[in-house]
């Protein structure tokens, strides 16, 4: 009934990381996002509440927060026996051959495909953030007898964040991929996840490598659209594109709308995370806060307003928070103001004092850093 | 089998008669709590905390939500290779099953269990309580003054002293003499209901006990007095801290109120003592522009857009506009629509209030229940009722 026909590998190798201070001590998968996330809860959940339950993890550079944060992959069920969820880190010797193109690393791993049963694989990053359902995908994929999908996300404006553009045909070929900076002109920007049988990557892998070539997507894939049916399965719902600081101010704004956060947050199935048994949020008699998302643990003296408190921020008495984003135990004390600001976890703005930013350009305070 | 040198045995049938529509279908130690919790989650956290890794939870009333809440304790870090949490619900024996006659015959009919670890005391707590209590200083006392028994006791308010079962003791707290809620008090200080015991004194008495076939197998009015009256020394050991029976709907409403003082008497956020509990998996709350909560604690995947005060929100609660809701408790779940007016209730899980309805009255005194599930329609004007 549930025998797996797909296994998920999330690839964090050369992951598009522009996110400055936020990635100074971890890698782009354990950014915090949305109150109490990080931004690859929200792949891992996809692929759970779509049956996955072998998941392989290639993990690359400042993955130390990320080993923390999955642990044994309890908080998504993966660590049952019929489940597995492994952490795959480089096989080199060598520090230089990190640079190498993620294709090493699949051909490195290659038994570890072989000896997973499920005919299908799906491949991931881990700053695309949405609640999708791959089994929609994998019909999609068996109706168009396609080689590979690859899941899209269609805008009639420019999407924040950088993605590589496609072009498909009234059938839902995909005729053309470009890398962000890119000119071609397109409604659809890649999501990044590509779903193909396992027999076609190790065959990818192999042919690509013996030919010089090293990267996944910019070379196994963007150069045989010719030869391989490559379709564009359009993803229905909410994305953001979490990669440059822009985007993941303008993203995490975005939270702020109702619909918003019910579709990323609910709809259709839920996102898991690491459990951390808060108590629920405290509002004191002189808390003003509207508009804006608190996770539990908080303690809420002052006002809040358009903003997103991760778990146990403190906000103190006459202290206000305003198009703001204070990740995990920031404290805000009395009489002092944030506006337009990411605070990373840990950061103390002492009394009196005023952080003002812009919309268009945050001000982005590192952790532990007291202001 | 590795040898513990304390077990504990939490009673967790009880049935709660007094806390009405809230455990119809539930056992009274499975009844929300404080925003996200259970009440058994306070013992269990404190098991835990003590360095106790064996806990033997004891049900027998409506256990099956009981039992999907606990699992295999793993919310606790209770899901161990060597002891762990065990749920003991009555069983079938050669003779017959029967149920748990008592809290004594409960403990009696285990005796099994506990001989598996070979442990030298044993700790009988009762998942009805909320409060946060080092067990290990305790055993400490008890080794300390080489007591057979010993009684947790709290030193309550006078006025409400003959609500509880009283001790009285000596200058060096040994137990000197019972009362059971007694009209007058002569004492103030109540007995919490935690009680450490050699196991080889307890093991005798329980036997004994169960041979008895005047007793009602009850450790308060059997077990207690029996060894009082062959003179073991009974020991009392002091609590300094918040507790709280949360049996009755006003003691239960009453406990979460406590919560929402500036400086609350019982720290959920302490980070050294966690109140553990299964996850309920939601997003963080979102509250709207033209929201307002003061003075309440609210919990993960709450959608508010009205006016809340002084009052506990569980998960997943939503709340319409122009609705208010004051001094009260919503269980996990509950959808109350637009211009809603809720006074001094408690909300069972998973009811509806439509638009418009209002619950409670600003100047009632009495907490009005909504049942688990019930669906509130707006010219239903319920004041008081429970």
């Given amino acids: 009934m549930n025998k797996q026909k797909i296994m998920g590998v999330i690839n964090l190798i050369h992951e ?20 109490r996330y990080r931004l690859i809860d929200f792949t891992l959940s996809n692929m759970v509440n779509s049956g996955i339950s072998e998941v392989g993890i290639f993990v690359h550079r400042r993955y130390r927060s990320l080993m923390d944060h999955i642990g044994s992959g309890k908080s998504w069920d993966l660590q049952h026996r019929q489940s597995g969820l492994f952490v795959l880190p480089p096989i080199t010797d060598d520090v230089q051959e990190l640079s190498r193109g993620d294709l090493f690393h699949f051909y490195q791993n290659r038994d570890y495909f072989l000896r997973s049963a499920p005919e299908y694989v799906l491949i991931t990053r881990s700053h695309m953030v949405c609640n999708i359902d791959y089994r929609k995908v994998l019909k999609y994929h068996i109706e168009k007898q396609a080689d590979i999908s690859v899941i899209c996300f269609r805008s009639d404006e420019p999407v924040l964040g950088k993605a590589r553009k496609v072009r498909m045909d009234d059938d839902g070929r995909v005729t053309e991929i470009q890398d962000s900076y890119g000119r071609m002109v397109s409604d659809y920007s890649n999501m990044e996840m590509y779903l193909m049988k396992k027999e076609l990557l190790m065959d990818l892998v192999e042919t690509s490598l013996a030919k010089g070539q090293d990267h996944l997507v910019r070379h196994a ?4 659209l010719n030869e391989l049916k490559v379709y564009g399965y359009v993803h229905e719902g909410f994305l953001a594109v979490v990669n440059t600081i822009n985007s993941y101010y303008g993203n995490s704004m975005k939270l702020l709308q109702p619909e918003v956060w019910r579709s990323l947050f609910y709809e259709p199935a839920p996102i898991y995370t690491k459990v951390k048994d808060g108590p629920p949020a405290r509002y004191t008699n002189d808390a003003d806060v509207s508009r804006s998302i608190i996770a539990n643990g908080c303690l809420i003296e002052g006002k809040v307003h358009n903003s997103i408190l991760f778990r146990g921020v403190h906000v103190h008495k006459g202290a206000v928070v305003e198009d703001s984003i204070i990740m995990q135990n920031g404290v805000i004390l009395p009489n002092s103001s944030v506006t337009c600001s990411i605070f990373d976890k840990d950061v103390i703005l002492e009394e009196n004092r005023v952080v003002k930013g812009v919309k268009s350009g945050p001000y982005l305070a590192g952790k532990r850093r007291v202001i | 089998m590795v040898r513990k040198e304390m077990i504990a045995m939490l009673l967790a049938g009880g049935e709660g008669k007094r806390l009405g529509v809230l455990t119809k279908d539930l056992a009274k130690p499975a009844v929300y709590f404080g925003g996200k919790y259970r009440i058994i989650d306070f013992t269990l956290s404190n098991c835990v905390h003590s360095g ?12 099956l939500e009981l039992n999907r809440y606990l699992g295999i304790g793993t919310p606790w870090g209770l899901d161990r290779r060597d002891g762990g949490m065990t749920i003991l619900p009555p069983y079938m024996q050669k003779a017959g099953g029967v149920w748990y006659k008592g809290t004594a015959n409960a403990i009696y009919q285990n005796i099994p269990y506990i001989e598996r670890y070979e442990p030298d005391y044993v700790l009988v707590i009762s998942g009805d309580h909320i409060y946060k209590m080092d067990y290990e200083l305790m055993l400490q006392q008890h080794k300390e003054r080489n007591a057979a028994v010993t009684i947790a006791g709290i030193e309550v308010d006078w006025k409400e002293a003959s609500r509880f079962g009283l001790m009285h003791i000596d200058e060096d707290y040994n137990i000197t003499g019972f009362e059971e809620k007694p009209k007058i008090p002569t004492s103030n200080l109540a007995s919490m209901g935690v009680y450490i015991f050699n196991w080889d004194v307890l093991k005798s008495y329980l036997i004994a006990d169960e041979k008895n076939p005047m007793s009602t197998n009850d450790f308060g009015k059997d077990v207690i007095p029996a060894m009082m009256n062959d003179n073991l020394k009974l020991n009392c050991y002091i609590f300094d801290g918040y507790w709280k029976d949360v049996g009755t709907i ?6 979460n109120m406590d919560l929402l003082e500036d400086q609350p008497s019982l720290d959920l956020g302490d980070p050294q003592w966690r109140i553990y509990s299964v996850n309920p998996n939601q997003p963080a709350q979102f509250i709207e522009a033209g929201a307002s909560v003061t003075s309440s604690l609210v919990s993960e995947g709450c959608f508010i857009e009205g006016d809340v005060k002084r009052s506990v929100l569980f998960y997943g609660v939503s709340v319409g506009e122009q609705s208010t809701i004051t001094e009260s408790v919503i269980m996990p779940k509950v959808t109350i629509g637009k211009h809603v007016q809720i006074y001094r209730a408690i909300i069972g899980d998973g009811a509806v209030i439509e638009d418009y309805a209002v619950i409670g009255s600003p100047d009632s005194v009495e907490v009005t229940v909504i049942p688990v599930g019930e669906h509130i329609k707006a010219r239903e004007n319920l004041m008081g009722v429970e």
Avoid: H, N
Avoid at chain 1, 21 to 29: F, N
Avoid at chain 2, 52 to 63: C, E, I, K, S
Avoid at chain 2, 250 to 255: K, R
């Fill in chain 2, 52 to 63: 106790l890794d064996t806990v033997g939870v004891l049900t027998q009333y409506q256990p």
């Fill in chain 1, 221 to 224: 894939i963007l150069s045989k």
């Fill in chain 1, 16 to 35: 598009t990381d522009e996110l400055d201070k936020l990635t100074q001590g971890r890698c782009t998968a354990t950014v915090p996002f949305g109150s």
């Fill in chain 2, 250 to 255: 006003d003691s239960l409403w009453e406990a």
